[in-house]
């Protein structure tokens, strides 16, 4: 699978963004899909994560109410709506998929088999 994060961009403090990761290559549904991002300085961060059916999502509590993803699996392709956003929210965000099943695993960047590129959010205060 390989997979191109996009959608990144400077923003202000209370600011929106859309984040989109294009996947190609084997079956983009069979996967949990996970969001992770790194601030400088800092290791890499779950952010969420929407199993292959969309049914079941987890979200880091910091971003809870905030963000939302979502799946589309015609179009091979995850979302990530970043609302209300903080300069804390600042970093390279990171698609990733994972070939396995939702659950707390999938709060961990080791179990994930495949990552895309990354797309830098900047948010000014």
């Known amino acids: 699978v390989q997979l191109q994060a996009f959608g990144g961009g400077l923003v202000q403090t209370g600011g929106c963004l859309r984040l989109?990761?294009?996947?190609?290559?084997?079956?983009?549904?069979?996967?949990?899909m996970g969001w992770f991002r790194q601030a400088p300085g800092k290791e890499r961060e779950f952010v969420a994560a929407?199993?292959?059916?969309?049914?079941?999502?987890d979200y880091v509590d910091s971003v809870k109410g905030r963000f939302t993803i979502s799946r589309d699996n015609a179009k091979n392709t995850v979302y990530l709506q970043t609302n209300s956003l903080k300069p804390e929210d600042t970093a390279v965000y990171y698609c990733?998929?994972?070939?396995?099943?939702?659950?707390?695993?999938?709060?961990?960047?080791?179990?994930?088999?495949?990552w895309g590129q990354g797309t830098l959010v900047t948010v000014s205060s």
């Open positions: 929407i199993s292959w059916s969309g049914d079941r999502i």
């Open positions: 989109s990761c294009a996947a190609s290559g084997r079956t983009f549904s069979s996967y949990v």
């Open positions: 990733a998929a994972e070939d396995g099943r939702l659950s707390r695993r999938s709060r961990f960047p080791h179990e994930y088999d495949y």
